[in-house]
């Protein structure tokens, strides 16, 4: 059986990459050079870091703080208001190069994806090479930098894409799990998270090649049946899982994010579910769609998938109803406790009927109105002055719509 060979791609620093692309392009400094963030505004009590710089990191500046606090560490830390339109379009355009090259891409995140290039090598004879055109490709056309990790399977591309950044081509194959994989603390392993990894260190599992060699028993006697089995597979660096579209149809439009920390607690993940929601939504009102279905889609730190989705009486574009719906899936989904490494919101079964079919006695149609001018009016606001530029102010209101 032929050996399968796939490409992790990952946008270093994306939104910060993603954002001094944009500078630079406007004769503006780059971020990735200076002690800089994209995050919120620092007036509001609320705002967070969503990314950093590399000298950044250097003040112990991490993603998730409160951007007040970040600014304490380092007084002349530059602040970028986020632009999701930008870094929307970023990630759509290092993508379409990577479907050049792909037979199968799957998106993993908005900056990540894996290619499954098993079976190309009569056209691109050398992977390493191959990568290598990829990511210069990517630099030279778009202005940003990415990682790329080749392996036989995804959780090996995944782990070496991760081993040393920015703009560098790494391989993790089967006879290089031993040197390569095994000296890492175990917190470096994927999906271990910080609980699991502290665990193990009590335990004196320090390293991956600690869970490799350990006794399958004491493994389970730390982190349970199902966790040793996961671990110790991952630190065999085996992974059967297949390089597959996200979501499937492709008449859909979805938005998947892998955020650097885990999603821990309905504020944190609701708050999200909320960006997801807007981003999706957008999409939506662009291509003058509107749909009938709405999934959500959850991944936990132990790759265990979960999604829900439900069908709607009437197709929408409404931000507010979308949000509603996905709020109520999570809510079907999850416990809010177990920690998660991704989020994910899909609509499905579109329609591009202009006409919507409404009763006389539907009291709601003209709220229905006053949300879809709403919706426009920011969606103009957006696409002329950036994602980052208007929030939705009532934040409140649409999580407490019914």
């Known amino acids: 059986m032929k050996k399968r060979l796939i490409f992790h791609v990952d946008v270093n620093s994306a939104f910060v990459s993603w954002e001094s692309a944009k500078r630079v392009a406007e004769g503006k400094s780059d971020l990735r050079l200076i002690p800089a963030i994209v995050g919120g505004d620092p007036a509001d009590r609320g705002s967070v870091v969503l ?63 894996f290619l499954d290039m098993t079976g190309t090598e009569l056209i691109y004879p050398d992977p390493i090479a191959t990568a290598v055109e990829i990511k210069e490709r990517i630099k030279n056309e778009l202005g940003f930098t990415v990682n790329v990790g080749i392996g036989n399977n995804k959780f090996c591309a995944k782990m070496a894409s991760d081993f040393e950044k920015p703009d560098k081509v790494h391989t993790l194959f089967e006879e290089e799990i031993e040197k390569k994989l095994w000296p890492l603390p175990v917190g470096d392993m994927l999906f271990c998270g910080k609980a699991t990894s502290e665990r193990l260190i009590r335990a004196g599992i ?27 597979e991952s630190a065999w660096g085996r992974d059967d899982s297949p390089v597959e579209e996200e979501w499937g149809d492709a008449m859909s439009h979805s938005m998947v994010t892998t955020p650097e920390e885990d999603i821990v607690g309905f504020d944190h993940g609701e708050s999200i579910l909320m960006g997801l929601c807007e981003a999706v939504a957008m999409r939506l009102r662009r291509d003058k769609a509107r749909a009938y279905c709405i999934s959500v889609n959850i991944r936990y730190t132990d790759f265990r998938n979960k999604s829900h989705q439900r069908s709607l009486d009437r197709a929408t574009d409404i931000t507010s109803e979308i949000y509603t719906n996905a709020k109520e899936l999570l809510e079907e989904l999850w416990n809010g406790k177990d920690h998660l490494r991704l989020m994910g919101v899909s609509l499905s079964s579109l329609t591009k009927d202009d006409a919507e079919q409404m009763s006389l006695f539907d009291m709601g149609n003209e709220n229905r109105e006053k949300q879809r001018k709403l919706d426009r009016t920011m969606d103009e606001i957006r696409n002329k002055y950036g994602m980052g530029s208007i929030k939705r102010g009532a934040a409140a209101d649409v999580r407490g719509h019914k």
């Open 51 to 113: 990314a950093k710089s590399v000298p950044a990191k250097k003040y112990n500046i991490v993603t998730g703080e409160p951007v007040a606090m970040a600014i304490r560490k380092c007084p002349n830390l530059v602040i970028a208001l986020p632009d999701f339109h930008t870094y929307s379009a970023c990630s759509r355009a290092f993508k379409d190069i990577l479907r050049e090259y792909a037979p199968k891409l799957q998106e993993f995140s908005i900056d990540e994806c």
């Open 206 to 232: 320090r390293t991956i090649g600690d869970i490799a060699k350990n006794d399958n028993q004491y493994l389970k006697s730390v982190v349970g049946e199902k966790g040793a089995l996961s671990l110790y």
